[in-house]
């Protein structure tokens, strides 16, 4: 098949074919990133913007690797020091980077659907790299890149996602692309983080972890977001680990061959222990991988598709 996209804005627009699409070509460019000499001339003359109104490591230096290894020129930009800082308005601030000719812009953004509303007004090619509580789809894809990796498949797999569920872009592209994929979901967080409207992704939501980990093939496990967060939702960090944390004992319900998944960063000691973050079920560190691959297939198919007018 052929992708057609011209922004990746999330999971939710994407068929199952075009998720698979991505995911293949992200398995054939994984190839590079093990090379002496990583760099392909694949989108050599393109500039690829970074746009980060938000706080990033991982996917950040994640997206300026995957351009660079396809010879893009890429530019980091960063709010506190530009002149949005000045009051100058999200659109103007594009319209200005996008005046000097830039082909790609990759965009995190504290607001839900700023990422889209961007889209709606450049001509460039525009990825979401998260928006507010909505999505991170490349996150999604590099997690479904990493299961597939390691189960083969998605059809009729377990996976427990369980944590701050409800401030939680990650949680919802994966609901949208697991769902797509026919993977069954489970639902795991105190009652403060997990809203009610999950149940339209025909997801299990459980009221015990035990329950939300029995047999599962893989268990996402996710940190708690203060920064999303109006006021404390739980009495205490050590309440929360206590009953909401993984540990060897949960972890000894799911299959044996089940998988550690975290998007990170981690809060050691929070959601997960430090003695399973770094075990031989954690598969966390291939996550950061596979985001590179993920990254450069979404940059490279997009740049393939021009937007009209």
Known sequence: MSFTKTDLLGLKDLSKEEILFIIETAEKLKEINGRD????PTLKGKTVVNLFFE????????FEIAGKRLSADTINFSASSSSTSKGETLIDTVKNIEAMHSDIFVVRHAFSGSVKFIAENTK???????????EHPTQALLDLMTIKEHKGGFEGLNVAIMG?????????????????????????????????????????????MEEAVENADVIMMLRIQRERQSNLLLPSLREYSKFFGLNKRALSLAKKDAIIMHPGPINRGVELPSILADSKQSVILEQVENGVAIRMAVLYLLSLNKKEG
């Open 37 to 40: 000499v990583k760099k392909v």
């Open 55 to 62: 706080p990033s490591t991982r996917t950040r230096t994640s």
């Open 124 to 134: 460039a090619n525009v990825v979401n790299a998260g928006d507010g509580t909505n």
């Open 164 to 208: 701050d569920i409800e401030h939680s872009r990650v949680a919802r592209s994966n609901l949208w692309g697991m769902s797509k994929l026919g993977i069954n979901v489970r639902l795991f967080g105190p009652k403060t983080m997990l809203p009610e409207h999950f149940k339209h992704f025909n997801c299990k939501i459980c009221s015990s």
